[in-house]
């Protein structure tokens, strides 16, 4: 038996896939706006995942400028060839699709190599003869469906037009296509439905990777869709992967709601098992739901579990180029003379952009994922605001529009905190509560699924609540089309700085109720 927890990666970790060498599992996921882009995952167990780095991290193989928020990079799909590893991707609002590789999984990836097929959600497939086709939604006159044509791996010159290859089983939106062989059959699986409540895993399958494709029987072969809101919602965007002792797994996306119809922390990384049927169809956990608690009938992995290390400091790391912990990020294409790293002392220092949280551009900001609803983070701030305007400190950030900003500035010639909460085209400032000059100060926010709380103290004064916020005004569901998740980030703005110290982050509730 083996038994594990959904989501395996919690968080925002969208459109998961994953490859296999020997032992070693490699998942990737999108990053939309953030970066470095794509974090790259290893297990040894499919269960268990290590961040180790990200695919994208030079501005050459990303540029995200003035990208919208949920634009910049979507849908990675990650295989490896002859013992070189390539992720395929589209960059939404710079050129489009590409793929990079590496042969070293540790080290750097290639510049992009450009496909010039339209649509998103690129895939690869090698075929035994050596061809190399590459798919991703194509789009026809008022409908969309899955199309491929052949490349030049060494060039991402396309050798044929693309062709229509599967218009999905009737879903709107089909996408994520991943083409796969397995005993003479070419499978083509893909996501319809939209990413949002309807979402669903569909399959096809022909004799040829050209087609024609003919749908799977019982299509979809995953979906909550029909399923009662306290359950995982949302749930497709699958990858394949096959086990080394044969047995199949699907890794695929999917939503906790807090309440009625709404999430914040955005689309996160599940698993679970796939059976195959004597006629050759995928069955996905033996057609039952997906669950938090998975109990799943399967010798369990001959690897030892890796333990988890949860990284909750600033975590700098020795490397020269001086940057924060794999699972930091920053905002579109940051200027780095803004982020100072003081590695002995395991602080940061951040200077105002041109531009605050508000802007979408990019801000001076670090931050990392909010994975748990019930979590806990804080930080010590020194900084001395003297201008209004000024102001540094920690937020809860979704998108440019969407952001609760606990922050140390000045108010009326004195240094305050305050709770800002910005929400479409509507602002408050709240609290004022007044510090000592000179005084370090420490910011708070604790979180349930429904509340966020904001709390500031001093060396010498307790934790005092500045205010509150709800998660339902920082849910994907009050913005246009956006597929992230809540950050938890230190910011800063105007023309200051601030140093930030013994960051963390906490969940501060086992994952008990998480989906009641
Ligand atoms: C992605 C598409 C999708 O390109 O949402 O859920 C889009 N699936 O496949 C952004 O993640």
Known sequence: MISYKN??????????????????????????????????????????WTQIGHVLTRKSQLNLEGCQSSGGLWAPTIRVHDNRFYVSVTNFDHGGNFFVWTDDIHGEWSDPIWVKQGGIDPSLFWDVDGKVYFQSTYDMEDDQAIGQCQ???ETGEMLTETELLWKGSGGKYPEAPHMFLRNGWYYLMIAEGGTEYGHMVTIARSKSPKGPFEGCPFNPILTHRDTMLHHFQALGHGDLIDAPDGKTWMVFHGIRTTQYMLHHIGRETM????????????VVNAGRKILPDMTVDREPFAEPLMV?????NIG????????LSLEWNYLRNPDPRLYVFDKEHDRIRIHGARCGLNACDSPAFVGRRQQHFDMKS??????????????????????????????????????????????????????FVTIPEKEKVHL??????????????TQKTDLKKVGQGRSQLLSTECMPMTFTGCYVGLFAE????????????????????ENE
């Open 7 to 48: 989501p395996i990666i919690p968080g925002f970790y969208p459109d998961p896939s994953v490859c296999r060498v020997g032992q070693d599992y490699y998942l990737v996921t999108s990053s939309f706006e953030f970066f470095p882009g794509i974090p790259l995952f290893h297990s040894r167990d499919l269960i268990h």
């Open 151 to 153: 490349i030049d791996i």
């Open 271 to 282: 698993i679970a098992p796939v059976e195959w049927t004597e006629d050759g169809w995928p």
């Open 308 to 312: 988890v290390q949860s990284s909750c």
């Open 316 to 323: 700098l790391y020795s490397d020269i180029r001086e940057e």
């Open 378 to 431: 804080e930080v010590w701030v020194d900084c001395d605001p003297c201008e209004e305007g000024e102001m540094a400190g920690l937020t809860i950030y979704h998108t440019y529009e969407h952001h609760y900003d606990l922050a140390v500035t000045c108010a009326a010639g004195a240094k305050v905190v305050v709770l800002r909460k910005h929400v479409g085209d509507m602002e408050t400032v709240e609290g």
């Open 444 to 457: 708070c926010v604790t979180s349930d699924k429904k509340v966020y709380e904001f709390w500031v103290g």
């Open 494 to 513: 105007g023309n200051h700085h601030a140093w930030f110290e013994r960051f963390r982050y906490m969940q501060t509730e086992l994952r008990s109720s």
